[in-house]
């Protein structure tokens, strides 16, 4: 039986879980078996970049916050070497990067599950996430097709009004 400290210290480290998982938009779970700590440094830092929350978490305590926000169907894959990405921020940035280093790592380093908004996730719908772009790269797409279409529109108003021999004279007050 572990002492009250070592006891309040894994119900704290619970708690963080759950708030975490809470507060979470999306999350994945990792097996990270024999990635060197050149391959870890790298993985953090383009997590940290992109907003992503990514620890190391213990099985026992993540399956106790996991069930405690109802999600125990993640239950059977907490076992071995697992690692938690969670976003609050933008829901496919750890899709996305969690997909680019699976796929450069190999066997090393693979997804063991995912959540999103309370909901599991299959593979497929995993697969399909991690294709999709990040949400500042929508939004610069999303400001480059608002002011090309302004400047269209800048055009063809200054074409209208070359056509119409030139600007209005400005209506004279009437007296």
Do not use: C, W
Not at 16 to 42: K, P
Not at 73 to 87: F, K, R, Y
Not at 101 to 120: P, Q, R, T, V, W
Not at 161 to 168: H, L, M, P, R, T
């Amino acid at each position: 039986m572990p002492n009250a400290k070592v006891l309040s210290e894994k119900q704290a480290v619970v708690e963080a879980l759950v708030e975490r998982i809470n507060a979470a938009s999306a999350g994945i779970l990792v097996d990270y078996q024999g990635i060197t700590v050149a391959e870890d440094t790298a993985l953090r830092t383009e997590m940290r970049k992109e907003g992503v929350d990514y620890t190391v978490v213990k099985n026992t305590l993540t399956r106790i916050a996991i069930d405690k926000v109802g999600m125990s169907e993640l239950d059977p894959v907490l076992n071995g070497s697992t690692s938690m990405a969670t976003s609050s921020e933008d829901p496919i940035a750890p899709f996305r990067i969690i997909s680019d280093y699976s796929k450069k790592l190999g066997d090393k380093f693979n997804i063991k599950a995912a959540f999103m908004e309370g909901k599991i996730l299959s593979e497929q719908e995993i697969a399909e996430l991690s294709t999709l772009t990040s949400k500042n790269d929508l939004y610069s797409k999303l400001a480059g097709s608002l002011n090309a279409i302004m400047g269209g529109l800048a055009v063809a108003l200054s074409e209208v009004v070359e056509q119409k021999g030139g600007a209005a004279a400005p209506a004279e007050a009437a007296e």
